[in-house]
């Protein structure tokens, strides 16, 4: 239902909202007088304001209540962190008793009721639109919760309980990701100056000395700055680990059997920091995405989005469209793995990736969702 927001005619249209946001960024940036910044939190203000305004569609400096759920999903965060970071908390019994517990209750509820209360609102809009046949709707700018509440009248499986799930999953993977990312390529390129010199050289090239803003066929010609992001993403990728839950039982052909309930990680952040694949792993070099650099290595090798039928839709804002747009097609082509190939990936490079990682910590844990990958012992703990 979604994909087709990603087509690159669309996402044309969010970019001024991206530039709006990008030249607020650098104005508070000019102002900061702190010798020591922490940019991310900084960054991630003007990720969430654009993941608002293209999501759900309003402006959250503009909006009633806009500033109470900037902090709430700032506050949902850390409760989660929170949790994460002190294993006795992972248990339901003793958690529901903390002050955290409440506080995650009634964070959870104010960021509902704030995205419940613009979903009712933007259905009306649209629905006077329809009603009042306004001419200019056609040319209006569609947030992803537009396509969801056209989704739902045309009739596809959707409730309002779903519309608002994705809103609230959009808001969350778009802005943090994107601002994690936006940090460490800034971090990258502050300690590596020859890098940093180079973008700016490209930068010139493409706007000489003319502050205009930057427009697609621009962002598409900076293919240095597109390095860049890929070599932070892949030396910090903002998701290190995606876990799956095993449907059914499978065999990889190491021949380590790993049954059905049983969670597997992939550890994205290990698998992008193997020599083997990159030589010097821990060197920030844009330039293993040089094509020639980058025609021997497995697909799989980098999945800074994951891989396979649940990976990142956003993904094509960073991947997709730098391709594709240059074919002007107006179909919609999402970048789908054949399933079976994927498994066959997962066995050759994740779970050989996770036999490494896991043999440390193997002595002494014996939990039920951890697979033991040992080759000596082809058995599950
Ligand atoms: C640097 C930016 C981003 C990175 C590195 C990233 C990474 C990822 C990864 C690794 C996954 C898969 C998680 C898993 O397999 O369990 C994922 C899923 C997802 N991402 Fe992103 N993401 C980014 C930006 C975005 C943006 C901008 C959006 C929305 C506009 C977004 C929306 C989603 C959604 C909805 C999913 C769930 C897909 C599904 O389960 O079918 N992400 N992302």
């Known amino acids: 239902m979604l994909t087709p ?22 104005e508070k940036l000019k102002k900061n007088t702190e010798e020591v910044t922490n940019i991310s939190p900084f960054v991630s203000i003007y990720t969430l304001n654009s993941m608002c305004e293209t999501s759900m569609g309003i402006s959250l400096n503009e909006t009633e209540g806009g500033e109470g759920y900037r902090s709430s999903v700032h506050d949902f965060g850390n409760i989660i962190f929170k949790r994460l970071s002190r294993p006795w908390l992972l248990f339901h019994f003793i958690y529901h008793f903390t002050n955290a517990y409440l506080k995650q209750k009634l964070t959870i509820k104010a960021l509902h009721n704030f995205s419940r209360n613009i979903i009712e609102t933007r259905k009306k809009d649209m629905e006077i639109d329809r009603t009042e046949k306004n001419r200019d709707s056609g040319k209006k700018r569609l947030a992803l919760l537009d396509m969801l509440i056209l989704a739902q009248k045309n009739g596809e499986d959707i409730d309002d309980e779903g519309i608002q799930e994705e809103v609230d999953t959009f808001m969350f993977e778009g802005h943090d990701t994107t601002a994690i990312s936006i940090s460490f ?49 892949r030396l910090y990728p903002s998701v290190p680990i995606v876990a799956r839950m095993m449907d059914e039982d499978m065999t990889t052909r190491q021949g380590y059997f790993i049954p059905k309930g049983c969670v597997v990680a992939g550890m994205i952040y290990d698998m ?110």
Do not use: W
């Open 185 to 233: 390529t800034l971090m990258l390129l502050a300690n590596n100056k020859h890098c940093q010199d180079k973008l700016y050289e490209e930068i010139i090239s493409v706007f000489g000395d003319d502050d205009r803003e930057p427009t697609h066929t621009d962002l598409q010609e900076m293919k240095y700055m597109e390095r860049c992001i890929k070599e932070s993403l």
């Open 5 to 26: 927001t990603f087509h690159f005619s669309i996402l044309q249209k969010f970019l001024k909202i991206f530039n709006k946001e990008s030249k607020r960024f650098v």
């Open 272 to 381: 992008h920091r193997r020599a083997d694949l990159y030589p010097e792993p821990d060197k920030f070099d844009p330039d293993r995405f040089l094509l020639e650099n980058m025609s021997e290595r497995h697909p799989f090798a980098y999945i800074p989005f994951s891989a396979g039928p649940r990976n990142c839709i956003g993904n094509e804002i960073v991947d997709g469209p730098a391709q594709k747009a240059s074919s002007e097609d107006n179909e919609v082509t999402p970048i789908a793995v054949p399933k079976h190939e994927f498994i066959q990936s997962i066995k050759k490079e994740i779970f050989v990736e996770l036999g490494k990682e896991f043999r440390n910590y193997r002595k002494g844990l014996k939990y039920k969702n951890i697979v033991n990958y040992n080759p000596l012992e082809k058995n599950i703990l």
